[in-house]
């Protein structure tokens, strides 16, 4: 591998840098000493920064940018709270559970495993499925949490990268994902419901490109 490649690879890893400098908010310069320094590159401060620039002018890469403001230009933010996720056994009386009327009337989350099934849960429903199923049956109950459901484009469902960008930005404000579930075009974040100002934020922020 060269140190066009191996520069280029650094960079692909770590979408703060790519981002800065597609923005083109970023010294180049600096960013070069920086690599150096970090990743103790055996090269001269001029190979660096000819790698970086090489990375700026790259049309494809600077398409795929635009492809992806666009995306999220053009979506939807949406958010929501008291939210909890219940994993259960795949012994679980699930059909007994999905016929009581008050969960009929109610929105829910589903998501079947070879070994269990993970439901996530809204307001009400929480303290029902919390006496609803005995304890044999719970493998895991998390409560707190909050949803950011992102609408996107319909284009987004044949666009790469637009996951991955999505946790990048919350990943950015030291927030952890708790839950992603996608249903194209809808992409829905969980997250603990004291992070959710900082990851609506940055989520926000990638409407303004």
Excluded at 54 to 59: A, G
Excluded at 66 to 81: D, P, V, W, Y
Excluded at 107 to 134: M, Q, R
Aim: charged share 25%; glycine share 4%.
């Amino acid at each position: 591998m060269n140190m066009n490649q191996l520069v280029q690879n650094i960079i692909d890893k770590d979408l703060s840098i790519q981002k800065n400098i597609l923005r083109g908010v970023l010294n180049s310069r600096a960013l070069a000493v920086y690599l150096i320094k970090k990743y103790n590159l055996k090269t001269s401060l001029d190979s660096v920064l000819s790698a970086i620039r090489r990375y700026d002018s790259e049309s494809e890469k600077s398409l795929k940018e635009k492809n992806l403001r666009e995306i999220f230009k053009a979506g939807m933010i949406k958010t929501r709270s008291n939210i909890a996720c219940i994993v259960l056994k795949k012994s679980a009386p699930l059909f007994e559970w999905y016929s009581l009327p008050e969960v009929k009337t109610h929105e829910l989350k589903v998501i079947t495993g070879e070994n269990s099934t993970k439901i996530i849960l809204y307001n009400s429903l929480i303290d029902l499925a919390k006496n609803f199923f005995s304890k044999k049956h719970i493998i895991s109950f998390r409560d707190g949490l909050s949803e950011i459901s992102l609408i996107l484009d319909p284009k987004a469902i044949k666009t790469k990268g637009v996951l991955a960008r999505i946790s990048g930005e919350i990943s950015l404000c030291d927030v952890n994902i708790e839950e992603i579930v996608v249903s194209p075009p809808e992409f829905v974040v969980y997250i603990n419901k004291i992070d959710l100002v900082r990851a609506h934020e940055a989520l926000f922020n990638l409407q303004d490109g």
